[in-house]
């Protein structure tokens, strides 16, 4: 299986950026080096044609020359041309007897076309191998007076001068090419590995974080502007993490507190009850008392697993049609008893809304709010609640009297087992899961809540879409 991982696993970067640069390099070099060699190649051609074509105006003269002299062009021509090395040149008459033909070369092999011309130009050259040098020729015909005599002029020149010459500078061109290429790539991947040694650093800070150092960041400013995002990111995710793990710390000091104060009563009841015979009344006095601290602990253990079921997705709402004014009024007569208790008022203000949402996690959303918002209220207060849709949102907002919670204390209201005020934790009224769940049912229903704190009162509002 590890090798087979291995296999799969994609080529490095480096590798990549190297052979993507040594792929271009050798492709634009080769296309360079076949460029010039072609551009000498063509000079080489033109060269040629230009002294062909001054042989060739040589030869013609001396044709015309013992034409009117009334002499054998054979007398003449071997005088036609001098100070030319390699070049050689043939006369036919009227195409089928050798008029003239230069030594060291059997221009009467010649395959190529005879031209009509004035001028020799490259495209008119072509190359043969007479049996012993390669050449480069062409032919020509060349009429001398009305009656139709013609010669046909067949000029040549030695390639090989041409041909050894373009040879050594094929190979030194192509050694150039090798080694350039090569030294290109060496410095480029040597430029690959120092461009990473920013991830390289990246890489080594990101090791040193470990789960007592998450409040460790990464400095933008520290590394390229290609990176900056990536950092940005990174630091983001450590600071999810570092908030998970303190919350996770402190979910496990509270439910540790929680579970201590239930469980030292139950230990230190049974132990004052064993310590002497007691009366059947006793008995059932102190069974009932540990069975309100079992009810405690069973309710908390239930609010904790439904809220591990609602944030991972394994409690999935049943959406259905709901009257919030009929929800919200079977509520508010349910807490009448608690609230008339303290003297508060629940008032509702707004117009009925329906929408979609799974009724018994709506109503144990609300019934939270409900209940803390009657718990905080101070004696002889009012605690309203209101309805209103707006920009195709339903929003119920729930406020009770207070003093204003500071902006810390805020964004910490749906944290498990937090109190404003930490006196409260032991006052018989909850755990301190009941905004935690508010909060995990209405986000599982698509809603979403809010809190908001003045000098004069404290509200919570539910947002939910409406669908149209």
């Keep these: 299986m590890k090798i087979k991982n291995i296999a799969k696993r994609p080529s490095s970067l480096a590798f990549r950026v190297t052979v993507l640069v040594g792929i271009t390099i050798f492709v634009c070099l080769t296309f360079i080096s076949l460029m010039v060699q072609q551009s000498i190649a063509q000079h080489f051609a033109e060269q040629d044609a230009d002294e062909l074509n001054e042989v060739f105006l040589a030869v013609k003269r001396k044709l015309h020359e013992a034409y009117h002299e009334g002499v054998s062009p054979s007398s003449i021509l071997f005088q036609a041309v001098s100070g030319h090395h390699g070049v050689y040149y043939l006369v036919k008459y009227n195409a089928e007897e050798i008029v003239f033909s230069s030594e060291s070369a059997a221009l009467e092999k010649y395959p190529g076309d005879t031209y009509e011309i004035e001028h020799i130009l490259p495209s008119h050259l072509s190359l043969f191998f007479d049996g012993e040098h390669m050449l480069r020729a062409t032919g020509i015909i060349v009429p001398i007076d009305a009656a139709q005599t013609q010669y046909q002029v067949i000029v040549a020149s030695n390639m090989e001068f041409h041909m050894n010459y373009m040879e050594a500078f094929e190979k030194t061109l192509w050694g150039i090419i090798v080694l350039s290429g090569a030294m290109t790539i060496l410095v480029a991947r040597f430029a690959v590995y120092r461009g990473h ?9 990101i090791g040193s974080i470990t789960a007592d150092k998450l409040d460790i960041r990464l400095d933008p400013n520290e590394v390229p502007v290609e990176l900056a995002n990536l950092v940005g990111s990174f630091n983001a995710m450590i600071e999810r993490l570092e908030s998970g793990f303190e919350q996770l710390s402190h979910f496990s000091a509270d439910i540790a507190h929680e579970l201590r104060t239930p469980i030292t009563n139950l230990t230190t009841q049974t132990q004052v009850i064993l310590n002497k015979p007691r009366s059947t009344d006793e008995y059932i006095e102190i069974l009932y008392s540990n069975l309100e601290e079992y009810e405690r602990m069973t309710k908390m253990v239930s609010d ?25 009024g079977e509520l508010v007569e349910y807490f ?72 810390a204390q805020l964004s910490r209201l749906f944290d498990r087992f937090y109190r404003t005020d930490p006196s409260r934790k032991r006052d018989g009224q909850g755990a301190g899961l009941g905004l935690t769940i508010a909060r995990s049912v209405l986000e599982v229903n698509g809603a979403s809540i809010r809190v908001e704190s003045s000098d004069q009162e404290t509200t919570f509002t539910v947002v939910f879409t409406l669908n149209s």
Excluded: W
């Design 304 to 328: 904790m697993l439904l809220l591990a079921q609602t944030e991972h997705g394994l409690i999935k709402p049943k959406a259905e049609l709901i009257d919030c004014g009929k929800e919200i």
């Design 197 to 205: 040694s920013p991830l390289r650093r990246l890489s080594r800070n």
């Design 336 to 407: 009448e008893l608690l609230a008339h208790e303290k003297h508060i008022s629940i008032k509702r203000l707004g117009n009925n809304i329906k929408l979609m949402c799974d009724k018994s996690m709506f109503r144990q959303a609300l019934s939270n709010l409900l209940s803390n918002a009657i718990r905080y209220a101070p004696e002889s207060a009012s605690v309203t609640v209101s309805m209103q849709s707006r920009d195709g949102e339903a929003h119920i907002s729930i406020s009770n009297p207070s003093i204003r919670i500071p902006e």
